[in-house]
């Protein structure tokens, strides 16, 4: 896969349960952004994701790319924070293959912009089709208890549909 840029979040709540190294597998390198990088190594100092992210900077996997078009940013920081924004300026700029979000709002803006894009759902789903985790349904009620990952009842059963585990 060619470009793969990713948000705060899919970082954040993928270390969490311990599967950042999902992202490697599939994707093979990571593109995020100064804010990203901010929010999740700097200011996430001592919480999930911060060691996990430094260490695949550093192993060479997970690179830090600027966007280019300040206006672009300015104009998506009107609707999301720093992260999201800079995250989707950078996919439009560079065409990414595919942008790693989960806030709905971010979601439906890439939708706008014909950005391909998944979440932590869509990946752990993905996953479990290709056998990297055992139960969909024990890594999403693992997310759940991170806490500051929700997940609606809906898309729940959803998810476990696909993958044949309800």
């Known amino acids: 896969m060619g470009?793969?840029?990713?948000?705060?979040?899919t970082l954040i709540h993928l270390a969490g349960i311990g599967r950042l190294a999902l992202l490697e597998k599939f994707y093979e390198r990571i593109t995020i952004t100064p804010a990203v990088w901010r929010e999740v190594v700097e200011q996430g100092k001592?919480?999930?994701g911060a060691v996990e992210v430094a260490n695949a900077h550093q192993a060479g996997w997970i690179e830090v790319v600027a966007p280019a078009d300040e206006s672009l940013v300015r104009l998506l920081r009107r609707d999301l924070g720093d992260g999201e924004s800079e995250v989707l300026a950078l996919a439009i700029?560079?065409?990414?293959?595919?942008t790693l979000l989960d806030e709905s709002e971010a979601r439906r803006i890439a939708g706008m912009y014909g950005l391909s894009r998944t979440g932590v759902i869509g990946i752990l789903i993905r996953a479990k089709r290709e056998g990297e985790i055992e139960s969909l349904r024990a890594e999403l009620d693992r997310l759940r208890d991170l806490g500051g990952f929700w997940i609606e009842d809906r898309l729940y059963h959803r998810a476990l549909v696909a993958v044949g585990e309800e």
């Open 46 to 48: 001592g919480r999930a």
């Open 3 to 9: 470009l793969v840029v990713s948000d705060s979040s």
């Open 93 to 98: 700029e560079r065409q990414a293959d595919l």
